[in-house]
């Protein structure tokens, strides 16, 4: 777990959020490789991107499929993904996932099924 906190820490910096303040760093675990994402924010907000999202992205540009452990940090503390990163979350895990939500001072963990207790599937 320590090494990836250092990870986390290492590469929250490279977020972009000059509107909120709020950098956010995930690394998806996939497969047997790791996969990181910053939040990208746009004077649009809605065109914002969460660190979450940015992380499957990458996996999925890999070629993986499957979400075997998420990790978020942000400096402002350990923080869940946000309900839209809940369900594309959901689509690569299963309600069983661990999501370890990092902050400076600890780490919480929750599966996804306790963050998305209502999430679908097609």
Known sequence: MER?????????????????GFPVVAL?????????????????????????????????LAGK???DRVH???P???IPPCGGCRQVLLEFGS????VVMH???GYVVRTLGELL??????
């Open 117 to 122: 207790p209502l999430g679908f599937r097609l």
């Open 72 to 74: 978020i940090y942000s």
């Open 95 to 98: 309600p069983g996932t661990e």
């Open 103 to 105: 902050g400076p001072e």
């Open 65 to 67: 499929r499957r979400i």
């Open 4 to 20: 990836v906190r250092a990870i986390l820490k290492a590469h929250v910096e490279r977020a972009y959020a000059p509107y909120s």
């Open 28 to 60: 998806v675990e996939a497969e047997g490789e790791s996969f990181l994402g910053v939040n990208v924010e746009n004077a649009s907000f809605p065109l914002s991107q969460c660190a979450e999202r940015n992380a499957v992205a990458a996996m999925v």
């Open 76 to 78: 402002k503390g350990p």
